[in-house]
C-alpha cells in the first residue's frame, strides 16, 4: 500500500469517526471518545503526509540529481558540428493547399 492510499484510508476513518461521535454525542462518553479518536487519526494523518513530503523532498532530489549529471556530460558529445543543418524550412508537398 502506498503513503498516498494510507493517508486516504486515515481520512475516511476520521470522517467515519466524525460521523459515529455526532451520532452519539448526546450521551457525553461518545463525545469525549470519538474526539479522542479522531485526535489519535489526525495525529496518525499529518504524520503519514510527512512521510510523502519527505519522499517527495527525496524524488525531487535524486531528478536534480539525474538531470545535473545529464547535462553536465552533454559537453563530452562529438560530431554535432559534422551535421549539416537544412538550409531552408522543411517544405512537405503531401501537407497542405
Known amino acids: 500500500m502506498s503513503t498516498l492510499e494510507m493517508l486516504a484510508d486515515i481520512l475516511i476513518g476520521i470522517a467515519l469517526d466524525l460521523a459515529a461521535t455526532a451520532l ?17 487519526l489526525a495525529f496518525k494523518a499529518d504524520s503519514t503526509w510527512l512521510k510523502v513530503v519527505d519522499l517527495h523532498g527525496k524524488m525531487i532530489a535524486a531528478v536534480y540529481g539525474f538531470s545535473g549529471t545529464v547535462g553536465g556530460q552533454l559537453s563530452s558529445l562529438r560530431g554535432m558540428t559534422e551535421v549539416p543543418l537544412p538550409g531552408a524550412a522543411y517544405d512537405n508537398k503531401n501537407v497542405g493547399p
Open 24 to 40: 452519539l454525542s448526546e450521551t457525553g462518553v461518545g463525545l469525549v471518545v470519538g474526539g479522542a479518536i479522531a485526535g489519535y
